[in-house]
């Protein structure tokens, strides 16, 4: 794959910034994206969708991006911004802070999806399955995942027996009995369905 490719855009593009976002399933903590601008003169090998790579490979490029690339920064949507506005718009929320916060400043970015977020600071496009397509994008779901993962084994010590730093918040049956067991904490969004019907049959969380 190729940083620099840039599937709708025809001028002069230095600054290309790949943006994606990790955390749209769980069932708890926020949803965390990234923006990178790779640099051409420093490539990095194995850039792949976050998902298809071991823990130990995504760490490791993780390090690589954050010290290669020409450009990284996370965004985020915390989790009361999920169950205000669906976690739709909190993701494109997210991914609209990262590019944000990117400095310099991306010429044009391509997006992970079918959409864009609004009010961007530059042209961009969605680009589906763009984390197998794009280096760049691969590039921002690795860091995006990474420093999601981190974020929920610091939660798991502050909210204990849910087993957070296992599957990161996503609904394993383990995690739907702690549930049970335990109730809703802090971080759990109260909009999605399983967290949702557990508050209707009781009387709150902890």
Do not use: T
């Not at 020409?70 to 494109?92: F, P, T």
């Not at 929320?93 to 916060?101: F, H």
């Amino acid at each position: 794959m190729s940083g620099q490719l840039v599937f709708g855009f025809s001028g002069d593009c230095r600054h290309l910034a790949g943006v994606d976002e990790v955390g749209r399933g769980p069932l708890a903590g926020p949803v965390v994206a990234a923006a990178v601008i790779l640099d051409p003169e420093r490539p990095i090998a194995g850039l792949a969708d976050s998902k298809k790579l071991s823990e130990r490979r995504r760490e490791a490029l993780d390090d690589e991006i954050r010290e290669r690339a020409l450009a990284w920064a996370l965004g985020r949507a915390e989790v009361e911004e999920i169950d205000r506005v669906n976690i739709l718009q909190a993701s494109l929320l997210a991914m609209r802070r990262a590019l944000l916060a990117l400095e310099p400043p991306a010429d044009y970015a391509l997006i992970d999806g079918n959409r864009c977020p609004r009010q961007l600071p530059c042209p961009a496009e969605a680009v589906v399955k763009g984390d197998s397509r794009v280096a760049a994008i691969s590039a921002a779901s690795i860091v995006a995942k990474v420093a999601r993962d981190r974020e929920m084994v610091a939660l798991d010590a502050r909210y204990p027996g849910y087993g957070l730093a296992r599957h990161k918040g996503y609904p394993s049956r383990a995690h739907l009995e702690a549930l049970q067991r335990l109730g809703v904490s802090p971080v759990h969004r109260r909009s999605f369905a399983p967290v949702r019907r557990l508050l209707e049959g009781s009387d709150g969380g902890r």
